[in-house]
């Protein structure tokens, strides 16, 4: 629909009987133990949000542990063994399963509601991230208890982390033990993207976007092309160890500083992802706290997308000991001090609005200030370490691990109590004890600094992190203590919280209300489906704005007052403008997310302990489990107009540009192709440390030898957009499904010359990095021909059963996609050493 955004509806149109108990049966969850077949984001979006508070303390007692030994010098209570485990389990437990589950959390229970929309368009994709991460997670966390934990630090860095100095399986459970939650991070991301750019309220336009659902707009851009170097890193590290290719090994051509720069390009954004989120939830909490508009909205929106940019520019700062050049480092130096300018202008923003407002006293509020003062403090101590310095001075020492604690603790863990206790009333309409938050902040702040300031000091006293004890007489033993007693006061704050949590939310649920009188949608009146109707938004504090629409919107008097099709629906809005273009039906509860996810969480482990038929099992079921999933999607709308609101009819389903698929598979490419260049760029790497270029003895292939590759695949590309062509006009005949097989025979074909012509015979993968890179690459491209594979049997299957028709060809549209991306990166494998060389 095109020209004006609607105006909402100005008397309250008569409702028909029984339309609240259809929408409330539409989403009505699954009974009994089959709830867990639940995807709705209420239901997922609170067990993730517990399960990452769970390993919150899971790696707080880590923590713990390490400060009983660490209280007194020359203490035998932890031996060195144990205490690399254990801080290596602290740092990835933190990072990996509580900081950024816990954004993806509270982002897939809040903001359908904040935006509007019934829920996020791939509820299934939420519950298979969420399970997959619980399930994956607690194994991880289970190789602790056989001493099988990784201990060579959270970064893992080569040599350390090769087979020669980290034998055992331990360096292994990192490093595939991570991949389930990268996937999990990137299925969230999509998730996010897709559902702040095309399911907000109508009329919610990007400048009426709350701060909050920009800033996981942004998150989730950064994680789409930042995990792909990680996933690319541990890949390659772990075919290093499995199979001896020799990519960081220096003695063969190798470079160590190689992991540095993948591990680093993921690693500093990392802080970011986590960081922007609850930047978002303080920009959100602080006006409504403070009752009055935050100053700076657009400035704020622009420092969040400036420091999403700029911290993909700096992850060299963490290699400023590693000999470098010069003046890349004093570039990178620069622009890691200019990154504290938006940070400071956020900081500003919010202390200009709690100034101005008339502020309510609550525990979130002191926790927002408490996340003022203490974040302030981590961003003085970041400007320190970026300059080149001090940064030589306190490298690997207690400074950093100050600095950095101030930085994530302050910037993310005191928002989350904030918002925890702004936003909990929500959850079953109870709020936590204000006369116990006190306590509770009372003691996580000072804990915090009484266990963390220390330690600034003990490393300019020179004291090393990750050193399981120290000599007495070195002036270490203070501040040491101090840091142990914090720790547990720390600890005794947060088992107060829990104490609380579990005390106020005893209880049947009852209807929420809005305690703090904010201005933002989630606080409309909400069950499982969201609001009873989607509001018309009409500005960007719209419950201050027009506070009638708590009524309006609750008599079912805006979008969408029940269920047309009788299945969960939400709308579709344009990206920019936020007007509504379609009503789209979404997945209902299904046991396959949960299953699948089992099977990746099981594929993913099982690899790491070399058990063949695990692997294999955990895979079919990953396989099975998400195409009978997928099988059940992309099925054509029961009618092909909806009432979607007095008087205004819109086409119900979407495909091409308008349907959210569409741009998932794009998201999806991106992150693929992100991947394939964190991997093209370590055969670069490798390739320029070389004297002659390619190695001696090595003849590349010549151009009419590529040419006729790159031809294979275009052929391959041309019989996959001919098998479902015309779909959007008539059914495609099902014979068509038989084009899949030349399809994929011509990719297969090319790619197995590409692979016969790369490197001579005798020059095996571990010989040296330059052929060992070359390798990898054409590894992942016999990964995606794997893929190609799969989507051509699955695809195949569904032309065969005629389901390829007229407003139902979104299973064509990904397929296309993704086959053109199988053929891209298959011509740019064959191609990459030629221009490499
Ligand atoms: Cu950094």
Redesign the pocket.
């Known amino acids: 629909m095109t020209g004006p955004i609607p105006a909402r509806p100005a008397s309250r149109p008569p409702r028909p009987d029984g339309e609240l108990e259809r929408l409330r049966a539409a989403w009505a969850p699954p009974a009994g133990w089959r709830r867990i077949s639940s995807v709705n984001n209420v239901f997922i979006g609170k067990l993730y949000i517990a399960t990452a508070f769970l390993f919150l303390l899971l790696g707080g007692v880590l923590a713990l542990l390490m400060r009983a030994q660490l209280a007194a010098p020359s203490q035998t209570l932890i031996g060195a063994p144990l205490f690399q485990q254990l801080f290596t389990m602290h740092g990835t437990v933190m990072m990996f399963l509580f900081a950024v589950p816990m954004v993806e959390a509270i982002a897939v229970y809040l903001l359908p509601n904040m935006l509007g929309a019934r829920d996020l368009p791939f509820p299934r994709l939420s519950a298979y991230s969420f399970w997959m991460y619980a399930f994956g997670g607690l194994a991880f966390y289970a190789t602790l208890f056989w001493g099988l934990a990784p201990d060579s630090g959270w970064f893992m860095y080569p040599p350390l982390s090769s087979a020669a100095y980290s034998p055992g399986l331990n360096a292994d459970f990192w490093l595939l033990g991570i991949g389930f939650i990268e996937i999990s991070a990137i299925a969230g991301a999509i998730e996010l993207i897709t559902g702040t750019l095309m399911t907000r309220a109508p009329g919610m336009t990007l400048g009426r976007m709350p701060v909050y659902a920009w800033s996981m707009l942004v998150v989730g851009g950064m994680i789409v092309l930042a995990f792909p170097a990680v996933i690319a890193g541990t890949a390659l590290l772990e075919i290093e160890r499995a199979f001896d290719w020799p990519i960081f090994d220096a003695t063969r051509g190798g470079d160590p500083l190689l992991w540095q720069h993948l591990f ?1 390009f993921f ?2 954004p990392e ?1 970011y992802i986590i960081f922007l989120p609850a930047a978002g939830l303080v920009s959100t909490m602080v006006p409504a706290l403070a009752r009055t508009s935050l100053i700076g909205r657009q400035a704020v929106v622009a420092a969040l997308i400036a420091i999403g940019v700029v ?1 993909f520019l ?2 060299a ?2 290699m400023f000991t590693a000999g470098l050049g010069g003046l890349g480092m004093s570039v990178v130096s620069i622009l ?1 001090v200019a990154i504290a300018i938006p940070g400071a202008l956020q900081v500003f923003a919010w202390i200009g609005t709690l100034w101005r407002g008339r502020l309510q006293w609550t525990t979130a509020t002191l926790f927002l200030i408490g996340f003022l003062v203490t974040f302030v403090l981590g961003g003085l101590t970041g400007v320190m370490l970026a300059l080149l310095p001090i940064d030589w001075q306190v490298h690997d020492s207690y400074f950093v691990v100050a600095h950095f604690h101030y930085v994530l603790i302050g910037g993310m863990v005191l928002p989350m109590f904030a918002a925890i206790y702004h936003w909990l009333p929500l959850w079953k309409g109870r709020a936590l004890s204000e006369r116990a938050g006190r306590w509770v902040f009372g003691l996580v702040v000072g804990g915090f600094h009484l266990t963390f300031f220390p330690m600034h000091i003990a490393g300019l006293l020179g004291m090393p992190r990750r050193v399981h004890t120290y000599a007495a007489g070195l002036g270490l033993e203070w501040p040491n203590l101090l840091s142990s007693l914090g720790a547990a006061v720390i600890a005794a704050g947060v088992l107060l919280f829990v104490i609380d949590v579990v005390r106020s939310q005893r209880g049947p649920a009852r209807e929420h209300h809005d305690p703090w009188t904010s201005s933002t949608l989630e606080w409309l009146p909400s069950e499982l489906y969201g609001t009873r109707s989607i509001p018309q938004v009409e500005h960007h504090e719209p419950l201050w704005h027009r506070p009638e629409l708590h009524e309006e919107v609750k008599a079912g008097a805006h979008w969408l007052p029940g269920t047309i099709s009788g299945g969960r629906e939400t709308l579709l809005t344009s990206p920019v403008q936020a007007r509504p273009l379609r009503v789209v039906v979404l997945a209902k509860d299904s046991l396959w997310p949960f299953l699948a996810a089992v099977g990746t969480a099981a594929f993913f482990l099982l690899m790491t302990v070399k058990s063949v038929a695990g692997t294999v099992a955990g895979g079919v079921l990953a396989i099975v489990a998400l195409c009978a999933w997928l099988w059940q999607t992309d099925r054509a709308p029961p009618v092909e107009d909806a009432e979607a609101a007095a008087g205004v009819l819109l086409p119900m389903g979407a495909s091409g540009r308008q349907s959210p698929s569409y741009w998932a598979v794009v998201i999806l490419i991106v992150v693929e192709a992100t991947i394939f260049a964190s991997m093209a760029f370590a055969h670069l790497h490798v390739a320029m440390r070389l004297e002659v270029c390619p190695p001696p003895g090595v003849g590349l292939a010549d151009t009419s030898t590529l040419a006729m590759q790159t031809l294979g695949y275009a052929l391959s590309l041309a019989f996959a957009a001919w098998a479902g062509a015309g779909a959007w006009r008539a059914p495609v005949p099902r014979w068509r499904g038989a084009l899949m097989a030349p399809a994929f025979a011509m990719a297969a074909l090319a790619f197995h010359d590409g692979l016969r012509t790369a490197w001579p015979a005798e020059r095996p993968p571990t010989l040296d990095a330059w052929t060992g890179t070359l390798a990898a690459l054409h590894g992942l491209q016999g990964l995606q021909l794997a893929v190609a594979a799969m989507l051509a049997l699955y695809y195949g299957a569904r032309l065969a059963s005629g389901l390829i028709r007229p407003r139902q060809h979104a299973t064509r549209e990904a397929v296309v996609l993704l086959w053109a991306w199988v053929c891209l990166q298959g011509v740019a494998t064959v191609w990459w050493p030629r221009l490499a060389a």
């Open positions: 680093w690693g500093h802080v911290s700096l992850w700062h963490h890691s």
